[in-house]
């Protein structure tokens, strides 16, 4: 069973490894993600971590974010909601700099602000996709893996934490579709 420090308003009763627990189903990465803190996160060798430094995440998030405003699938979402891109990039370098060093600069609910979003696996795999060809043209490869292992991680959370929010539950390696989605919109229900 997996322990995570992540704590949320939004939590669910999931069966995982054939025992009911509670589990958190937003990231709050004001809380370092360390190996002792998030079991599923891989271990940072430290030669890895030495090469991960605040100009490299801030490469890294403005070239992910200027693909994403561009993007057939993901800009239309992105632009519609984002009106002070600099703002939300700086916030993302702070995003990123905690998930990445540790450096806690981040101090926010990711969750919530996707949540009326209207998103589902797709959309979370685009994003990923964006973000992996994005860290291995920047990046070494190992620090590459790292920053895309974390986003994987990232993505699974939110995406959870939407389906919560909808009132499905995913079972293990389960993803909230479009069709879902669709689902609850036309029946009225809201978030």
């Known amino acids: 069973m997996t322990k995570a420090r ?16 509670t589990v958190s189903m937003a990231l709050q990465p ?9 079991p599923n996160a ?32 993901l800009g239309e979402i992105f632009n519609a909601r984002i009106a002070d891109w600099e703002f939300h990039l700086q916030r993302m370098c702070e995003f990123w700099s905690s998930v990445a060093l540790g450096s806690g600069r981040y101090h926010g609910r990711p969750l919530s ?23 291995q043209e920047i990046c070494s490869p190992a620090v590459a893996e790292l920053l895309a292992q974390r986003a994987r991680l990232i993505a699974r959370s939110l995406e ?18 479009a069709s879902r989605d669709s689902t609850l919109q036309q029946s009225g229900e809201h978030p």
């Not at 004001?30 to 998030?38: L, P, Y």
């Not at 030669?47 to 699938?73: G, Q």
């Not at 959870?160 to 995913?170: K, Y």
């Open 160 to 177: 959870g934490g939407i389906a919560s929010a909808h009132g499905v539950v995913l079972a293990r390696d389960e993803r909230f579709t």
């Open 42 to 73: 891989p271990c940072i060798p430290s030669d890895v971590l030495t090469l991960i430094d605040e100009s490299t995440i801030e490469r890294v998030v403005h070239e992910f974010y200027h693909r994403v405003r561009r993007d057939s699938v």
């Open 6 to 21: 992540f704590t949320n308003r939004y939590q669910s009763q999931c069966i995982m490894n054939r025992r009911i627990v």
């Open 30 to 38: 004001s809380v370092r993600m360390t190996d002792r803190e998030s």
């Open 113 to 135: 602000k996707h949540l009326t979003l209207p998103i589902s696996a797709p959309h979370f795999d685009r994003w990923l996709e964006l973000f992996a060809s994005t860290v």
